[in-house]
């Protein structure tokens, strides 16, 4: 018999509901919750009158990488919006209706998008301090979750999640604001509000890794001596897919490049006018960088051609508040951002402009500030004058910290949602075409800074301020996962 949490609720379709909630109020406008398959308007507050019409390429793409062999399709006449039964397509491979013997990738992407992570949660660990960071490595097989508190555990998602290292940070401002795995899973680095970032040996047999006690966690200095001395914090760090470099953003407004070959930082660049919060490789060949910050702008730069010093290849604008996390679906053209203004922006850098219109930034005739005031009503049916983005989802709130936002992962889904914290506690997950909110998913009581999808099977992991690192599943037996043997505990975290 099944012992997992209780108040499941599975509708005829088999998609497991535990812990949705259909709440008109948890958006504006009285938006609610819609299920996988959905083609209800009106899901994403705001979003999904405009994406009703969208017939951008990368709807096309999406669509080509998620949906079913047309044979598949004409199973079930005038409903081929709307997902094909699992048992249909198992029976159409039985008889052969592709001509290939066997599901394609796009048939097993939509079979596999169809079972969202949304049963549970089951707790995975606990501790006394803010969860900021929480990331799976590129194969799934290890799981990165950075506190506030100086601790960093890499799990090990095959062994029971059992705790592989657990590294006490060195030198820490703050807290522990980003980490990045090496793409061969040796080495892990992270960063604080310092311009130092340290490296650590994953690899090493040492389970405790204290810094310079059991272990050397050596320093890779982003700071020169133009700084004069002034100390800057890193907000946001990543390997390149070859880990050969890392690219940071700073709070002294620049994104950095470091060499790891050389041991030096090998590009610096004045990115933004304000604290540069997010960057991110746009694709394998390492050559393009996004940023995205507190100016309100996403920019592009290509190595490949600087025209000038600090002026990048193109700039994206659309943002009404400052962009704090860019995630690329990794084809070198399209990206999400999240922004303090309480939207996720989908962008095609095909788009982008030489410079930013001269009056970008919509004045307000009010001060806010996001880390402690909500954000003001009579700003969130504002748009840009100068949007250049694809498309907008809104539901979910980015208060108070650097929210994260994401593609689906491309194996199991084609990436055909983006999901991401919020500040009101839970995650969210948007259908990417029609911007319809598929998902909200509730356990935690303070804000979810990040959450990450595994790369191959439909589990979530989501961390919050609340200390808590819960795994969202949805196991197709209906069986408790077997990665986890832990129960939730309902507790209170004052801070």
């Given at each position: 018999?099944?012992?997992?949490?209780?108040?499941?609720?599975?509708?005829?379709?088999?998609?497991?509901?535990?812990?949705?909630?259909?709440?008109?109020?948890?958006?504006?406008?009285?938006?609610?919750?819609?299920?996988?398959?959905?083609?209800?308007?009106?899901?994403?507050?705001?979003?999904?009158?405009?994406?009703?019409?969208?017939?951008?390429?990368?709807?096309?793409?999406?669509?080509?990488?998620?949906?079913?062999?047309?044979?598949?399709?004409?199973?079930?006449?005038?409903?081929?919006?709307?997902?094909?039964?699992?048992?249909?397509?198992?029976?159409?491979?039985?008889?052969?209706?592709?001509?290939?013997?066997?599901?394609?990738?796009?048939?097993?992407?939509?079979?596999?998008?169809?079972?969202?992570?949304?049963?549970?949660?089951?707790?995975?660990?606990?501790?006394?301090?803010?969860?900021?960071?929480?990331?799976?490595?590129?194969?799934?097989?290890?799981?990165?979750?950075?506190?506030?508190?100086?601790?960093?555990?890499?799990?090990?998602?095959?062994?029971?999640?059992?705790?592989?290292?657990?590294?006490?940070?060195?030198?820490?401002?703050?807290?522990?604001?980003?980490?990045?795995?090496?793409?061969?899973?040796?080495?892990?680095?992270?960063?604080?509000?310092?311009?130092?970032?340290?490296?650590?040996?994953?690899?090493?047999?040492?389970?405790?890794?204290?810094?310079?006690?059991?272990?050397?966690?050596?320093?890779?200095?982003?700071?020169?001596?133009?700084?004069?001395?002034?100390?800057?914090?890193?907000?946001?760090?990543?390997?390149?897919?070859?880990?050969?470099?890392?690219?940071?953003?700073?709070?002294?407004?620049?994104?950095?490049?470091?060499?790891?070959?050389?041991?030096?930082?090998?590009?610096?660049?004045?990115?933004?006018?304000?604290?540069?919060?997010?960057?991110c490789f746009a694709d394998e060949s390492g050559n393009l960088i996004l940023s995205g910050g507190d100016d309100n702008l996403c920019k592009v730069w290509d190595r490949r051609c600087f025209i000038g010093r600090d002026k990048p290849a193109g700039v994206l604008v659309g943002h009404l508040?400052?962009?704090?996390?860019?995630?690329?679906?990794?084809?070198?053209?399209?990206?999400?951002?999240?922004?303090?203004?309480?939207?996720?922006?989908?962008?095609?850098?095909?788009?982008?402009?030489?410079?930013?219109?001269?009056?970008?930034?919509?004045?307000?005739?009010?001060?806010?500030?996001?880390?402690?005031?909500?954000?003001?009503?009579?700003?969130?049916?504002?748009?840009?004058?100068?949007?250049?983005?694809?498309?907008?989802?809104?539901?979910?709130?980015?208060?108070?910290?650097?929210?994260?936002?994401?593609?689906?992962?491309?194996?199991?889904?084609?990436?055909?949602?983006?999901?991401?914290?919020?500040?009101?506690?839970?995650?969210?997950?948007?259908?990417?075409?029609?911007?319809?909110?598929?998902?909200?998913?509730?356990?935690?009581?303070?804000?979810?800074?990040?959450?990450?999808?595994?790369?191959?099977?439909?589990?979530?992991?989501?961390?919050?301020?609340?200390?808590?690192?819960?795994?969202?599943?949805?196991?197709?037996?209906?069986?408790?996962?077997?990665?986890?043997?832990?129960?939730?505990?309902?507790?209170?975290?004052?801070?």
């Amino acid at each position: 018999m099944f012992s997992g949490p209780t108040d499941f609720d599975t509708d005829e379709m088999g998609y497991a509901m535990s812990r949705l909630e259909i709440e008109s109020d948890l958006c504006d406008a009285g938006k609610g919750y819609f299920g996988v398959g959905s083609s209800t308007s009106g899901g994403g507050h705001g979003s999904s009158e405009r994406l009703a019409d969208l017939d951008h390429e990368i709807s096309q793409v999406t669509k080509l990488k998620s949906c079913p062999h047309q044979r598949f399709s004409r199973q079930v006449p005038g409903r081929h919006q709307l997902p094909v039964s699992t048992v249909k397509m198992l029976a159409g491979r039985e008889s052969n209706f592709s001509g290939r013997g066997r599901f394609s990738a796009a048939d097993c992407c939509h079979i596999l998008s169809r079972y969202l992570p949304v049963k549970g949660p089951w707790l995975v660990d606990q501790m006394d301090s803010r969860a900021y960071v929480s990331q799976f490595s590129t194969d799934g097989s290890l799981f990165i979750a950075g506190f506030q508190g100086s601790h960093i555990r890499i799990y090990n998602v095959e062994k029971g999640w059992k705790v592989q290292k657990d590294i006490l940070a060195k030198s820490l401002r703050w807290t522990v604001t980003d980490t990045s795995l090496s793409p061969d899973q040796r080495n892990l680095v992270y960063a604080s509000m310092s311009p130092i970032v340290h490296i650590v040996d994953v690899g090493s047999g040492t389970t405790e890794s204290h810094a310079n006690v059991t272990e050397i966690h050596d320093g890779l200095d982003f700071s020169s001596d133009e700084d004069g001395g002034y100390s800057f914090g890193i907000f946001s760090v990543k390997f390149s897919t070859d880990g050969r470099e890392l690219v940071a953003g700073s709070s002294d407004d620049s994104i950095y490049v470091y060499d790891l070959e050389s041991n030096r930082v090998s590009l610096r660049a004045v990115a933004h006018t304000s604290d540069v919060n997010t960057v991110c490789f746009a694709d394998e060949s390492g050559n393009l960088i996004l940023s995205g910050g507190d100016d309100n702008l996403c920019k592009v730069w290509d190595r490949r051609c600087f025209i000038g010093r600090d002026k990048p290849a193109g700039v994206l604008v659309g943002h009404l508040e400052g962009v704090t996390f860019i995630d690329s679906r990794g084809d070198g053209r399209y990206f999400i951002s999240n922004g303090k203004d309480q939207t996720i922006k989908l962008w095609d850098i095909r788009k982008m402009s030489a410079t930013a219109p001269a009056r970008h930034e919509v004045h307000r005739n009010y001060e806010w500030d996001y880390r402690w005031m909500d954000y003001p009503s009579e700003s969130r049916d504002l748009k840009h004058p100068y949007d250049q983005s694809v498309s907008t989802y809104k539901g979910h709130s980015v208060l108070r910290t650097l929210i994260r936002c994401y593609f689906s992962p491309a194996h199991s889904t084609g990436q055909k949602y983006i999901y991401t914290g919020s500040n009101d506690s839970s995650v969210y997950i948007y259908d990417l075409e029609s911007g319809d909110k598929v998902a909200v998913l509730k356990h935690h009581n303070s804000p979810v800074r990040d959450c990450n999808w595994h790369p191959h099977y439909p589990t979530l992991i989501s961390s919050s301020w609340d200390g808590d690192l819960v795994k969202w599943e949805f196991p197709g037996s209906g069986e408790a996962p077997i990665m986890s043997k832990k129960r939730v505990r309902r507790r209170h975290f004052y801070y």
